[in-house]
Nanobody
Framework: QVQLVESGGGLVQPGGSLRLSCAAS????????MGWYRQAPGKERELVAA???????RYADSVKGRFAISRDRARNAIYLQMNNLKPEDTAVYFC???????????WGQGTQVSVSS
C-alpha cells in the first residue's frame, strides 16, 4: 500500500503563494505519473498538474503560468508551487500516484487551500 502525505495547504490572500508537498512511501520513479488534483465544494475532482516519469509536465489551462509542479527523487516527493493565487483556486488538493501497468491510482488524504481576503 502506497502512502502519500500532503502538506503545505492553508489560508492565503489573493495574489499570494503557497507550496504544496507530497511525500511518497516508495520510489516515485516506480509510478508512471504523479500529480495534483483539486476538488472544490459541489464540483468534481479535476487535474491541476501532473508529471510523467520521463519528466513531461501538463497543467490545467486555469493554472498555466501560475503553478509549477516539480519532483525530488532523493526525497521521494513532488511539489506544487502556486503563485498569484485566486479565490477560484480554493479547494482540497490531493496528491495522486498512478501505476498504469496495474491500472491503479493512489491518493493522499488531501490538504485544504483557501484563497480569500
Amino acid at each position: 500500500q502506497v502512502q502519500l502525505v500532503e502538506s503545505g495547504g492553508g489560508l492565503v490572500q489573493p495574489g499570494g503563494s503557497l507550496r504544496l508537498s507530497c511525500a511518497a512511501s516508495m520510489n516515485i520513479f516506480n509510478f508512471s505519473a504523479m500529480g495534483w488534483y483539486r476538488q472544490a465544494p459541489g464540483k468534481e475532482r479535476e487535474l491541476v498538474a501532473a508529471i510523467v516519469v520521463n519528466g513531461i509536465t501538463r497543467y490545467a489551462d486555469s493554472v498555466k503560468g501560475r503553478f509549477a509542479i516539480s519532483r525530488d527523487r532523493a526525497r521521494n516527493a513532488i511539489y506544487l508551487q502556486m503563485n498569484n493565487l485566486k479565490p477560484e483556486d480554493t479547494a482540497v488538493y490531493f496528491c495522486n500516484a498512478r501505476r498504469t501497468w496495474l491500472n491503479r491510482d493512489d491518493w493522499g488524504q488531501g490538504t485544504q487551500v483557501s484563497v480569500s481576503s
